[in-house]
């Protein structure tokens, strides 16, 4: 099975199941001399972890990172840098149905039809327990990035037909409520909104935005490799994605050229800026200076107790309902996966862009 790592130098690996010892990443490419503990990492990993609030799966993991490797005294050496989160609280059991039949918008049909084969445990390497790996990887891409002066903000932007106020927009919010909205009243409304999901036995979607402040112009390439190609490929990646735009993305497309065009204009400090954002930050597939702004579209849950049509390893049309421990949205705790992959992105873009400086 290929198709387990990204990046030309800034590399990342991922390994692991959702119900094996362990899940983790490699990490190479990192410069040597960057202060990096597992406490850096395992503020990015409890964003993610289960059973946080009544709107993750219930599923108890403390998620604990270890470097085993590519650190030392507190400082990174440059070789590579592997990363273990153990599971501790697997379930196997719940999942010993699935493998008589294929659970409706799961990968188990596709795996089996691939590879003639499949981990039915929790989806195996199409679990969501998958993307520790990349939030571990992405927590040590993001500090390096903070240190260049680049940061990034996300955060849930809709749930369901919930979205976001962005006259209520309160960057503090974010972190205050299980849903990660920066908008406490859009929060509350999205939490009522669950509520009912759940009483239906049912799931919901929704859309991740994300914000990159301080990226230089000039990173990127003009033709495969553009800054937002890399970005979107990365993004839908994670499994649970289903749409991706940047800038003004689909409402470009009603847009005229007068209204979609970013005018250019001198800045305070005299450097060439953009009046306007709808190009949300990358030009021709390079970035331009302004901040870049995309988002990301997450699909419902697809495990869910209300009864669905689907078709077994023998062949007969039959109906399920999927039990188990899961999320009633995944949205939220998806945030950080998109904030990671977006680090792991922009950082090995930027040092494909120094070595082509020279």
Not at 191 to 216: F, M, R, T
Not at 243 to 258: H, M, Q, T
């Amino acid at each position: 099975m290929a198709g387990s790592s990204i990046g030309k130098i800034f590399t990342v690996t991922t390994w692991g199941e959702s119900h094996g010892e362990a899940l983790g990443a490699v990490v190479d490419g990192c410069p040597a001399g960057i202060e990096l503990s597992e406490d850096d990492i395992q503020v990015y990993l409890d964003r993610r972890k289960p059973g946080q609030s009544d709107y993750t799966t219930p599923r108890k993991e403390d998620d604990s990172v270890r470097i085993l490797s590519g650190v030392f005294e507190g400082k990174t050496t440059g070789c590579p840098i592997s990363l273990m989160v153990k599971n501790e609280n697997q379930r196997s059991k719940d999942y010993s149905k699935v493998a008589g039949y294929y659970r409706p918008g799961h990968a188990d049909y596709t795996f089996d039809a691939k590879y003639g084969f499949r981990d039915y445990r929790g989806g195996g390497r199409s679990s969501g327990r998958e993307t520790i790996g990349r939030v571990a990887a992405g927590a040590i891409a993001a500090k390096i990035l903070k240190s260049k002066g680049i940061n990034i903000l996300t955060y849930t932007k809709s749930i369901g037909e919930i979205e976001i106020d962005k006259s209520r927009f309160n960057k503090e919010e974010i972190f205050k409520n299980p849903f990660y909205m920066p908008d406490k009243q859009a929060a509350q409304e999205a939490g009522k909104y669950l509520d009912e999901c759940k009483k239906e036995e049912d799931s919901a979607g929704g859309v991740i935005e994300c914000v990159i402040s301080g990226v230089p112009a000039g990173i990127g390439e003009p033709v495969f490799d553009k800054l937002d190609a890399a970005l979107a490929k990365a993004v839908f990646s994670i499994g649970a994605v289903k749409g991706f735009e940047i800038g003004d993305g689909f409402a470009a497309a009603k847009a005229k050229g007068s209204e979609n065009n970013d005018e250019f204009t001198i800045g305070k400090n005299g450097e060439v800026c953009l009046a306007t954002n709808h190009c949300g930050g990358v030009l021709g597939g390079i970035s331009c200076g302004s901040d870049i702004v995309f988002r990301a579209a997450v699909k419902p849950t697809p495990s869910i107790n209300k009864v669905q049509k689907t078709v077994n390893s023998m062949g007969e049309e039959t109906e399920v309902s999927i039990g188990g421990r899961h999320d009633p949205v995944i949205v939220p705790r998806a945030v950080v996966v998109v904030e990671a992959m977006a680090a792991i992105t922009l950082l090995d873009m930027l040092f494909v862009s120094d070595i082509n400086q020279y």
